[in-house]
Each structure stands twice: as structure tokens, then as C-alpha cells.
């Protein structure tokens, strides 16, 4: 365990009901002691803590002069999140009561806790892994149902318990192959070889079953980037209003009106998107405009989706078709908009586009529904149950399974060359330990801190 005490602000600074603070180490029961006296009791009068039950009355400063009134409890390790002593205060909300609470616990022996220290602590202290304490930062960067449901299935710790299954059985082998290389009078190679073999190519099939749920997982984590694109006054901003059911994006009649590009999150119906709305693409002499049709294009280089707009009541245009050169290549959406209006779009000579084009009235709230079933049909295959299905939303646990993968390929290939047993050796330890990477063993001090540096303060 920790040696020091930290203390920190837990909930987030502003206007609210409560703050909460919150002190962790082997000092927070004394400092709790010496900061908070009961209502109607003389401030000398230490109070004893009952673990886990609420404690009414004030937090003082060193002249016990009263700071606010509180709520405060006491939690005794190792039953706790960090498995340390805990102290929690809850105080009254606003940028002053809490900030003063801390800096009277500061004043003791104790320190501010650093980005994502305590639920560092957790995992040093081996309440959880390091794929649940990367968890906890998914499910405070939940935007969907979604995303938060794939977050807490791994908080469970069920992706750290296949995980470790595996790394079991890669063990027991690896227990067997050292009996052989130590003891080669017993002779059992082919014995070995022939475990190593069924489990190889059965856990590459799992390896890659779950490889293959990161593409799904990182839309539901990221959302999908989507760039609106079309020539100017074809309903661009009209459509992202639309979709995100206000009025985020000025819409006139004047070419030109959105000279930058405007990205908004929006989860609609369970599909998180990140939609960009951006200027009309245009040959232009307007300095400001040409950057944003600039901006634009560049945007479309990162897009996971674009939605393409035609405007039903205007010709084919020349700048049409250079949208249409430009996105070649990705995956898109094609939309009709204002089929509310004389229809003199003719877009018969590009067969494809015109058999999947949407035909949408934004004013007339018409084909949300469709453009919803085709960003389904485009990025997820069959249906996915986020209750037992597995999702990988981690670019990391992503890498180190690929990773993992190809070193048990690469063991079936030596099995395959006829290598000897040692040979194949080195590769199952590397498929371990990449394996291990991901739950946090033998894992490097560097690595730790930088997971740990993307949580707030406080947590």
C-alpha cells in the first residue's frame, strides 16, 4: 500500500446540491478527526467514526472556525475502492465550500491526489485490473446507452476473465514444455505439441472474434464521424439542425452562410454520431469562405461517414460532380433533399447513387428513419446483444491482441515447420504477455501513468 495520504475534490467544480471531497491513505481517519466536530458539540470533543455510516455536522478550519455544514463518512480498508482508509465529505455545491474543505484537510498530513489516482491506487493495490480501471474512465466518457453498457460489462472484469483464462491454460503449457526441455528422457513432445497445436488455433479464433468487435466498439465509444458535404444551399446545416433537433447551425438562403465547420455530438436511436456540418463546396473569391471549403475537404480525409446532399429542385452542377470525385472511396450516404419541391434532379447516368439515393424534406421532417437503417446497414453487421456480447472498445486491448494473435500464429507455423519445442516456447511466452499487458501484469510504470493521466482529478 500507498504510504501517504491524498486528498481531492471528487465531483466536478461549479453550481450543484453537493461536492463531495474525499481523503484516501492511512492519515484520513486522524485528519477527519481533527476538522469535523458534531452539531451542539464543543469542537475539542473528538468524535469516534462508525465505519459506513453518515455523521452530521461541520468542518472546521485550525482556528475551528466553521467552514459549511456536512455530511461526513467513514469507510475502513481494505473494503473500499482504493483499499485504504476513505473519508468522504459531503458539502454543500459552488466553487467556495469545497475548495476551502480541501484546503483545510491540505493542511495536515496529506497531499492533492494526482489525475486518476485513486482508482490508481485500486489497481496498485489489486482491487481491480488495469481493463477495469480503464473502465471507469470509459463509463465517464459515456455519451450513449450504449458505450456506457460495453464500459460497465468490462468494470464487471469480463474481459479480464477470458483474459486470464487464457493466460492459465498458456501457462499449464508452458509448465509442460519446461518437464520436457528439463527432463527429455520422458520424452512426451509429441504429446505437448499436439496440446499446443488445439489450444493455439482455439484461441486465435477467440483472439480474433474479439478483434474483429473493436471496429463496433470504437463507434460506440468515439461515435461515428460524419461530414455533411455539398455545394452551398442544398439544406447542409438545415439537415444537422434536423438531426440533432435544434437549431445549432445558422440556416438562410444566402450561399455561403457557414464558412467553418461545426461538429456536434448526437446519439439518435442508441447510434452515437459525430456530426460535422460544414461549408459549401464551391469555387469561391471570398478569402474567409475558401478556407472553410478547405476545412471541409480536409474533413472528409478523417470522416468515417459522409453524408452527400443534392438539392431535388436544382440541376446536376459542376460542383456536384467534383463532391462526387472528391469521395470516392468512402463510405456514403446519398441524400435528396427538398422532394418537397419540383424534382429537376437528373441523376440517371450514376446508376449506383440513384438506386440508393434517400429522398428527404428536412422541412417536412421526412427521412430521418431511412438514413438511420442505412448508417446501420453500412457500419454494423447483424445484430449485437451489449448484454453478452463482448464488445473491445480500447485501441490498446485492440493492438495487444492482434499482437497475441500473431504470436500463436506464429506457433502453429512452427508446428507446422516441424521446430523444435523450445523454439515454439518463445512465442507462446510473447502471446502471454501480451495477453498479460492487458489485465496489468508485468506492466510498466510509464504505461500506468499514462492511463492514469487521462482521468480527472479526483477520481
Do not use: W
Amino acid at each position: 500500500m500507498n504510504s501517504d495520504t491524498i486528498a481531492a475534490i471528487a465531483t466536478f467544480p461549479g453550481n450543484a446540491g453537493i461536492n463531495i471531497v474525499r481523503i484516501s491513505g492511512d492519515n484520513a481517519l486522524n485528519i477527519a478527526e481533527k476538522i469535523f466536530i458534531k452539531k451542539n458539540e464543543k469542537a475539542e470533543n473528538n468524535i469516534k467514526f462508525k465505519p459506513r455510516f453518515l455523521h452530521y455536522g461541520y468542518i472546521v478550519d485550525k482556528d475551528y472556525k466553521i467552514i459549511d455544514e456536512v455530511l461526513i463518512s467513514y469507510m475502513k480498508s481494505p473494503n473500499t475502492y482504493t483499499r485504504e482508509d476513505i473519508i468522504e465529505i459531503n458539502c454543500h455545491g459552488g466553487m467556495i465550500s469545497a475548495k476551502k474543505i480541501l484546503e483545510s484537510i491540505l493542511e495536515h498530513d496529506c497531499r492533492l491526489a494526482e489525475r486518476g489516482e485513486f482508482t490508481k491506487r485500486a489497481f496498485l493495490n489489486g482491487r481491480i485490473d488495469l481493463t477495469q480501471a480503464e473502465a471507469v474512465i470509459d463509463i465517464i466518457n459515456s455519451k450513449t446507452d450504449s458505450s456506457h453498457e460495453i464500459s460497465v460489462n468490462h468494470l464487471e472484469g469480463r474481459l479480464s476473465k477470458q483474459i486470464n483464462i487464457i493466460i492459465d491454460e498458456i501457462m499449464d503449457l508452458l509448465a509442460n514444455i519446461e518437464v520436457n526441455i528439463d527432463f527429455p528422457e520422458y520424452d512426451e513432445d509429441e504429446i505437448t505439441i499436439h496440446k499446443i497445436k488445439i489450444l493455439s488455433e482455439n484461441v486465435v479464433e477467440k483472439l480474433d472474434n474479439l478483434i474483429k468487435t473493436s471496429e463496433t466498439g470504437k463507434i460506440y465509444k468515439e461515435g461515428i464521424r460524419t461530414v455533411i458535404l455539398g455545394k452551398p444551399n442544398v439544406g447542409k446545416s438545415s439537415l444537422m439542425n434536423f438531426l440533432l433537433n435544434e437549431n445549432r447551425a445558422i440556416v438562410t438562403e444566402i450561399p455561403g452562410t457557414t464558412r467553418d465547420t461545426i461538429e456536434e455530438y448526437v446519439n439518435i436511436k442508441g447510434i452515437p454520431l459525430r456530426i460535422i456540418d460544414t461549408a459549401g463546396i464551391r469555387d469561391t473569391e471570398d478569402t474567409v469562405e475558401k478556407i472553410g471549403v478547405e476545412k471541409a475537404l480536409n474533413k472528409v480525409n478523417e470522416a468515417d461517414l459522409v453524408i452527400m446532399i443534392f438539392d431535388s429542385s436544382r440541376e446536376l452542377e459542376v460542383e456536384d460532380e467534383k463532391i462526387l470525385e472528391y469521395i470516392i472511396g468512402k463510405r456514403v450516404i446519398y441524400i435528396k433533399n427538398k422532394v418537397d419541391l419540383q424534382d429537376k434532379l437528373d441523376i440517371s447516368k450514376y446508376l449506383d447513387i440513384n438506386k440508393n439515393i434517400i429522398d428527404v424534406s428536412v422541412l417536412r421532417n421526412q427521412g430521418l428513419e431511412e438514413i438511420i437503417n442505412r448508417i446501420n446497414e453500412l457500419f454494423f453487421e447483424g445484430s449485437i446483444n451489449l448484454s453478452n456480447d463482448l464488445i473491445i472498445n480500447n485501441l490498446r486491448h485492440k493492438n495487444l491482441l492482434i499482437k497475441a494473435k500473431k504470436s500463436l500464429e506464429d506457433v502453429l507455423k512452427s508446428i507446422d515447420s516441424n521446430m523444435t519445442i523450445d523454439f515454439i516456447e518463445i512465442d507462446l511466452k510473447e502471446a502471454m504477455e501480451s495477453l498479460g499487458l492487458i489485465v496489468g501484469k508485468s506492466v510498466s510504470d510509464d504505461l500506468v501513468e499514462k492511463i492514469f493521466n487521462e482521468f480527472c482529478i479526483g477520481k
